[in-house]
């Protein structure tokens, strides 16, 4: 087993609160600085700016996983990621079909930056992204894995847009196997007010919405392949972990 320093939480220009010098080969180089090795790009309610961000990490040598911070019809952030662009990009056409479309004023939100993978533009969105969708928070979990991916409730340690700040607790039946705190050093805190946290695989995520916050590594998951494995083997083995396939099949029954 290999230990992989990661951040599964990270905005690009495309998301309105985010810098404009949030961009993919940005991201990716400061990620590099950083010491991460496995990044996620989780724009608000899209994965437009994945494709570049791919493009950016391979120059890096991080593995890039694409993603969103999707936002349900409760107001609760849930990060959704996928193991293969395609299926994430699907995800985000499906998305596109249930957001709330509010013309998004750059001047009070700001700005909403579709980029190609040398940080081009390619664009703006130009309906805000960081409403409120039309997605129960229930109808979540099957809808992500429907599309080949795994999503989990983000920063839960936050009163804004938080699970359990919303719900006023982690439910046992929420259907999520992970879950994102934004200060790992509160985990014990949270699993003492929700036991349900207990059954889950913690996660942590910067939620970057500029360079600077970009963490240096500090977080890592324990994968089996090496350093030197290809992307999609080490995307494989995390989506297996995320999945807690390994953990499913020892609960099964002899």
């Not at 293969?84 to 957001?99: P, Y």
Request: charge should be negative.
């Amino acid at each position: 087993m290999s230990r992989w320093y990661y951040d599964f939480h990270l905005h690009s220009c495309l998301s309105p609160c985010a810098d404009d010098d949030m961009t993919p080969n940005n991201i990716a180089g400061m990620a590099k600085l950083a010491g991460l090795q496995l990044a996620a790009l989780t724009d608000h309610n899209s994965c437009r700016n994945c494709p570049a961000f791919f493009e950016a990490a391979a120059r890096q040598g991080i593995v890039p996983v694409a993603g969103m911070e999707l936002t349900t019809a409760e107001d609760i952030h849930v990060v959704c990621l996928f193991e293969f662009l395609a299926d994430a990009m699907r995800f985000c056409d499906e998305v596109d079909r249930q957001r709330v479309r509010i013309p998004n004023r750059a001047d009070i939100f700001g700005n909403q930056l579709l980029l190609d993978g040398n940080d081009e533009p390619l664009g703006t969105e130009p309906d805000l992204l960081s409403n409120a969708t039309a997605i129960p928070l229930p109808e979540l979990p099957p809808l992500v894995a429907a599309h080949g991916g795994v999503c989990y409730p983000a920063h839960i340690d936050r009163e804004s847009n938080g699970m359990v700040s919303v719900l006023g607790d982690f439910p046992a039946d929420s259907g999520f196997a992970c879950a994102e705190l934004h200060e790992m050093e509160r985990a014990e805190e949270y699993l003492a007010r929700c036991p349900a946290l207990r059954e889950v695989l913690l996660l942590s995520g910067s939620d970057a919405h500029y360079l600077w916050d970009i963490r240096e590594k500090r977080h890592w998951l324990e994968l089996g392949p090496g350093p030197d494995a290809p992307p999609e083997a080490v995307r494989r083995a995390l989506f297996r972990l995320l999945r807690r396939e390994e953990e499913n099949r020892r609960r099964e029954p002899d």
